[in-house]
């Protein structure tokens, strides 16, 4: 679909202090392969268990990982049209990922951001900007004009970063997850012209 051909090469991430080295490390943002569908379960198992071990009950975790992150349950998000689903990539390790989906909406062009993770010890060197950028002139191509993402009320490092990046407040709302309630903050952003220049 002429989407594989996208790539994005970014030649030096600025490690901050709470990265694993202080020298700049490379690192890309390519779209995902079924061959990455291991690693990608691998990030977000340990990401879930450090962002969330205060919040979510172990065995919720647990059990949320394991159904939505097997692999054929994510192979349809793989190089499929109206999914933008991207990895970053430091040598052969993948250190983070984020999957766009367009979400349907009977008068506007719509996206929502459904997932995007970085290694623990990536965080704050740029690997989550640069995967919102590269996701952002995909949907600006595609013609869509908005992006949905929601955040765990209780994220409020997570909730910043997306302020950060241009989202606004849209609402809150609750959603099951295994036996507890999880209150969700929903944050909307415009996407663009200026999306494709970035």
């Known amino acids: 679909m002429g ?3 996208e790539r994005t090469m970014i030649a030096m991430a600025k490690e901050l202090t709470n990265a694993p080295s202080t020298t700049a490390k490379p690192y890309i943002v390519r779209f995902a392969t079924h061959a990455d ?17 205060k919040t979510i009950a172990a065995e ?14 994510l192979a349809s998000a793989i190089n499929t049209p109206d999914h933008w689903f991207y990895v970053a990539e430091i ?21 929502e951001l459904v997932r995007l993770y970085v290694l623990p010890e990536y965080q704050g060197s740029g690997i989550g900007a640069a ?4 996701g952002f002139a995909a949907l600006a191509k595609a013609n869509i004009g908005q992006c949905f993402v929601s955040v765990q009320a ?3 490092p997570a909730q910043k970063f997306y302020e950060r990046h241009g989202f606004t407040y849209h609402r809150s709302h609750g959603q099951f997850l295994g036996t507890q309630i ?17």
């Open 37 to 53: 569908l291991p690693q990608i379960a691998q990030v977000a198992r340990v990401t879930w268990d450090v962002t969330y071990n």
């Open 91 to 111: 040598g052969r390790q993948i250190s983070g990922f984020g999957h766009f989906l367009r979400r349907y909406h009977p008068t506007r062009s719509r996206a």
């Open 131 to 134: 995967i919102l950028k590269t």
């Open 154 to 156: 209780s994220n409020r």
């Open 3 to 5: 989407r594989i051909a």
């Open 60 to 73: 919720n975790r647990r059990e949320f990982l394991k159904r939505a992150y097997k692999p054929e349950n």
């Open 182 to 198: 999880v209150t969700l903050v929903e944050y909307v952003r415009p996407i663009g012209q200026v999306d494709l220049s970035q």
